[in-house]
């Protein structure tokens, strides 16, 4: 692989990067580097995996669809239209520039760490990206670019398995196709991603959303009852096509829900576009219905449900109007999180149907609120099967997938739970240039461990540590979502 840097400056991401001692270099490197990827929840086009594409230039498979990058861009005074480019049509490299541009002020900030790692990683670029630099390194991660198809880059990465974020009236053609033929050691699945379907703020939008569903399931929804059927219809479809994983993204879980008379009362009014019957009703008890059925089909089909919490989404009006949603204009919420999480996995675990949960916050207020939570619904009634770490505390998400606030999670998790039951890493990035994640999040958990061992605090006893950073950086993963891997990874 080409490597180019200035002459003046030693590699910056050097193979010890974040590894501050003896025992966090020996933990990485024998045990941490060589462990396959399990992204077991991410935003990647399935449409690109199943056409294996490859990309024309860095700005394609860098900077498209990056809100991360666009949020520095416009911070450092960068036009929009070199941003999203979706008020004008700007040239690639004039994107990149622009980028380029704003790189060297976002020193302490993770995209810094991030860029030169990805270029190192994905290029063998070691130069520092700036202004100056932007026309060499353009030129040189260009000239790899036809070697980096999405086909070698999984396999470059070690990527076992991809959970994209799909809705239940998605065609999932994409998915079917690779089921069918695969360039990949990799397994693709679908994650069941159904927020639209109980959202009743926009009633039209919703009333949309449900025909969509029914054209999915080949049927017709006349009532709630042909509603449900159609969800159950497209959640088995999903199985059948690998799934084992559903998504929901909330500001906050509902603290209540109705019964199912209730909630066909207010699918009724919806139907009939009658905002004036839902004000006067309950719309966060339907969402609360809705959530406990989704948990119930996850429970047995056997998958595992993930609940992202607490995002306070589109807060830039022209923003929303003119650029879209998921453009970079979202932040953290101060939503109470404590009631709704209560009700929801207190209700499935005294129906007996809690599936396995991953619990993901927004808001680092509430690291001990979660931590804690999912220790109330580990387990099960005496005689059935415990799963390890059944009630999981997912990474440290969004706004807090950086070192900072990973290092807050781990340490919530370590203070409360159980560290080595973690199910790890994953890149939540609708880039293919995001892998390096796993690596940034394993260096800092390597570097935690070591910290310790050179503090007294965890015995130099390799063979315990060691086993628990492989498990957290992949094997936990693998046994927890029970996804069966291609033979290079089962």
């Known amino acids: ?3 180019t840097t200035t002459a003046s400056t030693a590699p910056f991401i050097t193979d010890d990067f974040l590894l501050s001692n003896d025992a ?33 230039n860095l700005y394609d498979i860098w900077l498209a669809g990056d809100h991360y990058k666009w949020r520095a861009m416009r911070t450092n005074g960068i036009d929009e239209s070199l941003c999203t480019g979706t008020s004008g049509g700007a040239d690639p490299y004039d994107k990149f520039l622009a980028f380029a541009k704003t790189v060297p002020n976002t020193i302490r900030n993770p995209l810094y760490h991030w860029t030169h790692l990805e270029l ?40 076992a398995l991809i959970g994209t974020t799909d809705d239940p009236a998605d065609s999932l053609e994409h998915h079917a196709a690779l089921a069918q033929s695969s360039p990949y050691d990799t397994t693709v699945i679908p994650a069941f ?24 399931a080949d049927t017709s929804i006349s009532n709630f009852d042909d509603f449900l059927d159609a969800l159950k219809k497209r959640h088995a479809y999903f199985h059948q096509l690998g799934s084992r994983i559903s998504d929901h993204g909330l500001t906050h879980l509902p603290d209540h829900a109705l019964n199912q008379d209730e909630a066909a009362a207010i699918f009724d009014y919806a139907r009939n576009g009658d905002a004036v019957a839902i004000l006067d009703h309950d719309a966060a008890g339907f969402s609360g219905f809705m959530l406990l059925f989704f948990a119930q089909l996850d429970h047995a089909a056997g998958w595992t449900h993930q609940l992202h919490l607490g ?26 999180q404590g009631p709704g999480l209560r009700h929801h996995l207190g209700t499935l675990a005294g129906l007996e149907t809690l599936p396995r949960t991953v619990l993901y916050n927004l808001n680092p207020a509430d690291n001990y609120l979660f931590a804690t939570m999912i220790g109330n619904y580990q387990g099960g009634p005496p ?76 015995p130099p006893d390799f063979d315990l540590l060691g086993q628990a950073v ?20 089962a």
């Not at 935003?43 to 594409?53: F, Q, S, T």
């Not at 990035?429 to 800092?444: A, C, T, V, W």
């Open 120 to 159: 190192q990683r994905y290029f063998g670029i070691d130069t520092l990206l700036s202004e100056d630099t932007a026309p060499e390194v353009w030129e040189a991660a260009n000239a790899q670019l036809p070697d980096l198809s999405v086909a070698a880059i999984l396999d470059r990465f070690n990527v």
């Open 193 to 216: 991603r159904p927020d639209k379907s109980h959202n009743l703020t926009d009633l039209a939008a919703w009333n949309t959303v449900v025909e969509s569903i029914a054209q999915a």
């Open 1 to 3: 692989m080409a490597t």
């Open 383 to 458: 005689g059935t099967q415990a799963t390890p770490g059944k009630v999981q505390y997912g990474s440290g998400w969004w706004f807090l997938d950086q070192a900072e606030g990973m290092t807050w999670q781990i340490n919530a998790l370590s203070n409360l739970g159980l560290l080595t039951k973690f199910v790890g890493m994953l890149t939540d990035s609708r880039s293919f240039l995001s892998y390096p994640r796993h690596e940034y999040f394993r260096r800092l958990l390597c570097d935690l461990l070591g910290r310790d061992v050179e503090a007294g605090l965890l």
């Open 24 to 56: 966090a270099r020996r933990l990485y490197h024998d045990h941490a580097a060589a462990q396959p990827i399990y992204d077991y929840h991410c935003h990647l086009p399935p449409e690109d995996l199943a056409a294996n594409r490859s990309f024309d």
């Open 311 to 336: 995002a306070m989404r589109n807060n830039n009006a022209w923003a929303l109007k003119h650029l879209g949603p998921d453009t970079g204009f979202d932040s953290i919420g101060d939503y109470r």
């Open 470 to 489: 492989e498990d957290i950086s992949f094997g936990n993963a693998k046994r927890y979502f029970g996804v069966p891997l291609k033979p290079r990874y």
